[in-house]
């Protein structure tokens, strides 16, 4: 019998391909453009049902580009928020509805938008939320410090960190496919460090724009849909709120627990659409190894080479694409052999290095030692990590104009 | 003719609002990427205005690209605006804070700009300092200030002679051919620049010839001074 296959188009007429052709076997094409427009590009290429947007710098690109998308046809609905709180409240309703959803923020945006990041995993709405984090605090920044990041580990929501605009493109994509397993069915930030990725122009490969993810079945959806019959307060008000007794507890707490254990499901999903949760850069043998997610990492990188090259010190760098589910196992793996671990960061508080001291406690004895760091815009050279590691092992420092 | 040693070429271009720093480093990349480099570009990250100091920066190398964000420590300067020295409207001080030895400084200027002890310290490091009347070249060549950034970038590809002209021609041609959305800003600006100019493709032209007549100056310059290529062709580089 001769089988014919039906080919499906979304509402844009794109045709639906799937997750795995779209993102590793199309053919792809070299671009020269920023992390806003690979945005576009990426959730283009995403049949979005639904975007809710608000400016704050540096991501008010990156939304008009997903307003310039729904003029094109390629979103379903868009429209402007009356705050952050007002967009992550809006999306919320978007998801609930049955519809695939992103939207973007930056530092004070995130902030003001804190208490539906909980909500949504509570709910367990699929959402992809794409931060270009930014400086939150006084005096006044707008420009790269990613401590908000630490504020969102705790949400309940997958928080994955791209370091170039690339893998930010890839991101996007994998990140509707894997928070929309039925047995995640988490929200997910897809993280950047804001104007490094945003406002840079880079070198990107792009698939043809003519295909697109299949669309979210939202009856694919761990909870019960919510229809007609089924309204969203049914769902939250009864068991949880209006009853205090040692049942409803219980619900909420293991509740808590099974969000935590659908980003934990999330794991060879991510693995697989990401090509793997670690990046491992640089000699494996060496004995110093930087651990770090984001730019920092790219600077680590660059400075790995630049250790090399000028100084003939061996180093690696262990780059982790997803803080949550955070990859302890290969984390510990990875670094088996390593003297001493640095965690170079774009934050005051180094949250990353209690994320990796916390991982490897009694598990790898080794050095954590939370430095290069810096926060509120500062940039950190690569020059100035290869001083820090020199220094730190009592070598001359000499590079350095 | 040896190998050049160097494989980034790192660029920092301290310039005032509206000078089109931002898209001369858009370009400059483009078209380095069109020649088969690694090319990264990107503005100094805050609010410019008009006359302010405003920063954009370069990367090209022969080696995947990693590093971003400001470049602490530059190859090469391109100083777009007398004001940056003489009013010290610049994000570092003084404006050639952290660059590196054997380095070049492309001042847009008539007249020496720097003091006695500033070609001290730049002489001691082997830094060379190519005075260059770039917004005078804008006004005879396009007839128009704004095609300084158009001077400077033909003076940079001309001085370090990494690529020809029909890979800068292919990046002016990207940037003003097709849809470019860098801010609502610069959106408006690009309409008013057409509106002036009456016809895009007379203000590619205009670009092109500016940058084309700055690129062979500044390369007699760097022929007459025994510079060498520098960067070795990316065909040449073997891929890591």
Redesign the interface.
């Known amino acids: 019998m001769e089988k014919t296959e039906q080919v499906q188009y979304n509402r844009a007429g794109q045709r639906i391909v799937s997750p795995d052709y779209l993102l590793f076997e199309a053919p792809r094409e070299k671009y020269f453009m920023t992390g806003s427009e690979v945005v576009k590009e990426a959730v283009k290429r995403a049949s979005v049902d639904a975007s809710v947007s608000y400016p704050i710098t540096p991501q008010s690109e990156a939304a008009h580009l997903i307003g310039e998308l729904w003029v094109e046809g390629y979103v379903g609905v868009y429209f402007r928020g009356e705050s952050e709180f007002g967009v992550m409240s809006e999306v919320a309703g978007c998801s609930m509805a049955g519809a695939r959803t992103v939207t973007t923020t930056s530092g004070p945006g995130t902030l003001r938008a804190m208490e539906n990041f909980p909500m949504w995993a509570g709910s367990r709405l699929p959402i992809q939320l794409i931060l270009m984090a930014r400086g939150v605090n006084a005096p006044l920044t707008i420009q790269p410090d990613n401590l908000e990041m630490a504020f969102l580990l705790d949400t309940g929501c997958m928080i994955w960190h791209a370091e170039t605009a690339q893998e930010l493109f890839d991101m996007i994509l994998a990140g509707f496919v894997v928070a929309e397993q039925p047995d995640v069915h988490v929200p997910i930030i897809t993280s950047i460090d804001g104007f490094f990725i945003s406002h840079t122009r880079e070198a990107v490969m792009l698939p043809p724009d003519d295909i697109a993810l299949p669309p979210y079945d939202p009856y694919r959806s761990p909870m019960v849909p919510l229809d007609m019959e089924m309204s969203p307060g049914r769902f939250l008000r009864d068991p949880f709120v209006m009853k205090s007794n040692y049942v409803s507890y219980a619900t909420h707490t293991s509740w808590q627990f099974e969000v935590r254990a659908a980003i934990e499901r999330a794991k060879p999903y991510a693995k697989h659409y990401l090509r793997g949760l670690i990046e491992e850069f640089g000699d494996p043998e060496a004995e110093i190894a930087f651990v770090a997610s984001g730019t920092a990492a790219a600077q680590a990188k660059e400075a790995t080479l630049m250790l090399l090259h000028e100084e003939g010190v061996k180093a690696r760098v262990v780059r982790l694409k997803t803080i949550r589910p955070f990859p302890t196992k290969e984390l510990i793996e990875a670094l088996r052999g390593a003297k001493y671990v640095f965690v170079p960061e774009f934050n005051v508080i180094g949250w990353l290095e209690r994320e990796v001291r916390r991982a490897l406690y009694g598990n790898l004895d080794v050095p954590v030692i939370g430095s290069p760091r810096v926060a509120g815009g500062m940039t950190m050279p690569p020059e100035i990590i290869v001083k820090e590691v020199l220094q730190f092992l009592g070598k001359e420092v000499k590079h350095v104009v | 003719m040896s190998q050049p040693k160097r494989r980034r070429i790192n660029v920092r271009i301290p310039a005032i609002g509206g000078q089109g720093a931002v898209t001369a480093a858009?370009i400059m990349?483009?078209a380095a990427?069109h020649a088969g480099y690694?090319?990264?570009?990107?503005?100094f990250?805050?609010?410019e205005k008009r006359m302010a100091p405003a920063e954009s920066y370069v990367r090209i190398g022969v080696?995947p690209?990693?590093?971003?964000?400001?470049v602490?420590?530059p190859d090469v300067i391109m100083v777009f605006h007398s004001q940056v020295i003489t009013m010290g409207k610049s994000y570092t001080m003084p404006f050639y804070s952290?660059?590196?030895?054997d380095g070049l400084i492309i001042i847009n200027t008539e007249e020496d700009l720097l003091t006695e002890r500033d070609h001290e310290y730049l002489g001691s490091?082997n830094v060379k300092i190519l005075n260059f009347p770039a917004t005078k070249f804008a006004m005879e060549i396009a007839g128009t200030e704004l095609a300084t950034n158009m001077a400077m970038l033909g003076a940079f590809f001309g001085a370090t002679q990494i690529i020809g002209m029909d890979s800068i021609e292919e990046g002016i041609k990207?940037r003003f051919l097709k849809k470019f959305?860098a801010?609502g800003g610069t959106q408006s600006l690009d309409s008013a620049i057409e509106r002036k100019f009456k016809k895009k493709l007379e203000l590619i032209e205009k670009n092109i010839n500016t940058a084309k007549s700055a690129y062979e100056v500044a390369q007699e310059w760097a022929r007459d001074n025994g510079m060498e290529v520098w960067l070795p062709k990316p065909q040449e580089v073997a891929r890591v």
Do not use: L, W
């Open positions: 858009h990349a483009t990427d690694y090319a990264v570009s990107n503005p990250f805050g609010a080696d690209i990693y590093d971003r964000g400001e602490v420590y952290g660059i590196k030895k490091i990207a959305v801010s």
